[in-house]
């Protein structure tokens, strides 16, 4: 059912996952400006890299939902 689940009395979403972020390390981000691109295989992933710009690198996403947020977040250069 996913996070979204239906408006419907006859479903009962029991969430038994919760998704948290832990802070990125200074190595990982003392590398960002190298990077020339950034693999994102879910919007959780997006989620993760929301505080770090990497807009202007090219992003190759895993689905269309995934692409759909990065593209939300600010990135142009997005391949599926």
Not at 22 to 38: G, K, Q
Request: aromatic share 8%.
């Amino acid at each position: 059912l996913g996070i979204d689940p239906p408006e419907d009395p006859s479903y009962h979403h029991y969430p038994i996952l919760k998704i948290t972020f832990d802070p990125l390390s200074a190595d990982l981000l003392s590398e960002m400006p190298y990077f020339t691109h950034i693999l994102f295989t879910s919007k959780n992933g997006v989620r993760a890299l929301k505080d770090v710009p990497f807009q202007k690198k090219q992003i190759i996403a895993v689905g269309a939902k995934t692409a759909s947020l990065a593209r939300e977040m600010g990135a142009t250069d997005i391949m599926t």
